[in-house]
C-alpha cells in the first residue's frame, strides 16, 4: 500500500526526528538525496538554475545547489522571495553559485536568459505549508522555463494544493522528489499530473498511525481478491443482479455483464429488455436473465430511465430499498434520491458527479457561483471535494472516474480516500465505465467493501487496459476479456512477492 500523509501529520513526524539530531542535520540529509537525484537527471548537461523561496525546501535546493556548484556545474541561484535560508544561500554562493533576484515584478533579464538556457531546473519556491497558486510575479514561470529543461521539484511543484484537492496556478514538474513521507499532492487527482514522476528519499521519517490518502499496489491486487477455496460454490462466490443498458444502449449490458463474468462473478443474473437480453444470450451464454436472489445489485451502466423497461425500474427500485450493497453507475445515480444504509458505490465521471451534486443542492466553499449552485468547473477544479460532499450527504462511497480515479468514502467512516492512476490514457473511450462498473459490481457481490470494491476494480481496470494492447488503443470489450488474465497476472506477481519477503 502507498500511504500519504497529512501536512499536520508529516510535520509532527519530521519534528519528532528532528529533536533527536543535531540542528541542521535532517535538512541535510534531504539535501543530499535531492542532489543526487538532481546530479542524475542532470547528465551531460551543465546549467542548472535553483529557484529559492522562503521554506525548508527552499533550504533543501540551496544547499543541493551548493553541492551541484561543488563539482563544477554553472548554477544560477534565484531567490524568489524577501528571505531564503542564509545558511544554504552562503554555502552555494561558497560552491560557485551566481546569485539572482526575481522577488516581485517583471522577471530580470539574467534570471530570464538563465531559465531559458536551463539544462535542470530545481523548483524550491513554495512547500507543503504553502497555499495553492504562485505567488503574482511568478504566474507565468512556466513559460520562461526553456522546453528543454528538466523541471526537478523539491516536494512538490510550487503552487499545488499541498492537500491534493483544489486546483490552482502552479508549475508542472517532469519529477518531484519528497523525503520519507508522501502527501496527498501527490497521490490525488487535482495535482498528481503536475508532480510527474514521483521520487521518494528516505530521510529516517517514521509514518504516522493514520493516512489521509492510499493507493492499491499490485501486491495488494492480489492480497485482496477473493479467491475461491475448495469449498465454494457459483453461489458463495458471490451473485450479481444487473440492470444495465436499453433498447438504445444495448452494448453496455453486454461490456458490463462480459467484465463480471470474466472477473470471476460466481454468477450474474441480468434484468433488462428484449435487445440486449437477446445479446447477451448469444456473446455471454453464462448468464442468467430475470430477478432472483443476488449478493449485490450493478444498476445504471448505459441505462436511460426514460427508455428503461418496466422491469428494469421495479428491480432497481426494489434493489435501493433492500439492505444488499449497490452500484450505481450513469442512469442508476438518478434513482438515488435519499441517504442509505447499506454498502453503496457510486462510479460517476465528472459531468455526472456535477449533475448528481446540483441535484442535490451541495455546495462545495470556493466552488459555487452566484446562483447559489456548483459552478461549471467545480469537479475539475475540486474533485475530491465534491465527491466528498456528496458521499457525506448520501453515506455511500464515491468513485469518480478520471485518468486518477479517486474513491472517496463519507468523512464519519474514518477511512482514507483511495486514488488509483494504472491505466493508459487510451482507456478514455466509449464503454470503459461500463466495464468498471461490472467488474466493481463482482467484487461487491464477493463481500468487499465500496472502499475496496471501488479502488481494486480501479486498479485491475487500468491494469487490464494497459495488458489488452501495451502503447496503443484499446477496445472497453477487449478490456473486459482481458480482466482474467489481469486477475492471474496480479495473483502471480504478489505470490512472488511473498516468496521475496520471505527470503
Not at 543526487?36 to 540551496?62: M, S
Not at 497558486?133 to 512556466?142: E, I, N, S
Not at 459490481?441 to 494497459?466: F, I, K, R, T, Y
Amino acid at each position: 500500500m502507498i500511504r500519504a500523509y497529512s501536512v499536520h501529520d508529516v510535520r509532527a513526524a519530521e519534528d519528532a526526528v528532528r529533536q533527536r539530531l543535531s540542528d541542521g542535520a535532517l535538512m541535510a540529509r534531504a539535501a543530499e538525496g535531492l542532489a543526487q537525484v538532481a546530479e542524475i537527471r542532470l547528465g551531460d548537461g551543465v546549467r542548472v538554475v535553483v529557484l529559492a523561496g522562503a521554506g525548508d525546501n527552499g533550504g533543501d535546493a540551496l544547499y543541493a545547489a551548493a553541492y551541484l556548484a561543488g563539482l563544477g556545474h554553472n548554477v544560477a541561484l534565484v531567490q524568489t522571495a524577501d528571505k531564503v535560508h542564509a545558511g544554504g544561500s552562503r554555502a552555494a554562493v561558497a560552491a560557485g553559485a551566481i546569485a539572482l533576484e526575481w522577488r516581485e515584478g517583471e522577471i530580470p533579464d539574467p534570471v530570464r536568459d538563465a531559465l531559458a538556457d536551463a539544462d535542470l531546473v530545481i523548483d524550491g519556491i513554495l512547500g507543503i505549508g504553502g497555499r495553492p497558486g504562485l505567488p503574482d510575479h511568478l504566474t507565468r514561470l512556466q513559460e520562461r522555463i526553456g522546453d528543454g529543461s528538466y523541471v526537478l521539484a523539491v516536494d512538490l511543484p510550487s503552487g499545488c494544493d499541498p492537500a491534493g484537492l483544489v486546483g490552482s496556478d502552479r508549475l508542472t514538474a517532469d519529477e518531484t522528489v519528497t523525503f520519507s513521507l508522501l502527501k496527498p499532492v501527490h497521490l490525488l487527482p487535482a495535482t498528481q499530473a503536475a508532480c510527474g514522476l514521483l521520487t521518494v528519499i528516505d530521510i529516517g521519517v517514521t509514518e504516522p498511525d493514520a493516512p489521509t490518502a492510499e493507493r492499491l499496489t499490485y501486491q495488494d491486487a492480489g492480497l485482496l481478491w477473493p479467491v475461491p477455496g475448495p469449498d465454494d460454490d457459483k453461489y458463495s462466490r458471490g451473485v450479481l443482479g444487473s440492470i444495465a443498458g436499453g433498447e438504445h444502449y444495448t452494448g453496455a449490458a453486454v461490456m458490463s455483464v462480459t467484465a463480471a463474468v470474466t472477473a470471476g462473478a460466481g454468477m450474474v443474473r441480468y434484468v433488462g429488455p428484449d435487445a440486449p437480453t437477446a445479446l447477451l444470450r448469444q456473446v455471454v451464454p453464462e448468464t442468467v436473465f430475470g430477478v432472483g436472489r443476488v449478493q449485490a445489485w450493478a444498476i445504471g451502466s448505459g441505462m436511460d430511465l426514460s427508455d428503461a423497461s418496466a422491469e428494469q425500474l421495479s428491480a432497481a427500485r426494489e434493489a435501493l430499498d433492500s439492505d444488499l450493497p449497490l452500484l450505481l453507475d450513469a442512469g442508476g445515480l438518478d434513482l438515488l434520491e435519499a441517504p442509505r444504509d447499506a454498502p453503496t458505490l457510486l462510479t460517476p465521471h465528472a459531468g455526472e458527479l456535477l449533475r448528481l451534486a446540483r441535484r442535490l443542492h451541495l455546495t462545495v466553499e470556493g466552488h459555487t457561483g452566484d446562483d447559489g449552485e456548483l459552478a461549471d468547473d467545480a469537479v475539475r477544479r475540486a474533485p475530491v471535494q465534491v465527491a466528498r460532499a456528496v458521499a457525506d450527504h448520501l453515506h455511500v462511497t464515491v468513485l469518480l472516474k478520471g485518468s486518477v480515479t479517486v474513491v472517496v468514502p463519507p468523512s464519519a467512516s474514518g477511512l482514507p480516500i483511495r486514488s488509483q492512476a494504472d491505466g493508459p490514457n487510451w482507456l478514455a473511450t466509449a464503454g470503459s465505465g461500463d466495464v468498471l462498473g461490472g467488474l466493481a459490481g463482482a467484487l461487491l457481490a464477493a463481500g468487499l467493501s465500496p472502499l475496496d470494491a471501488g479502488s481494486l476494480a480501479a486498479l485491475v481496470h487500468g491494469v487490464a487496459a494497459d495488458r489488452a494492447n501495451p502503447g496503443g488503443p484499446v477496445r472497453a470489450l477487449d478490456v473486459a476479456h482481458e480482466l482474467g488474465r489481469t486477475v492471474a497476472y496480479l495473483l502471480r506477481t504478489a505470490a512472488t512477492d511473498d516468496d521475496e519477503d520471505e527470503r
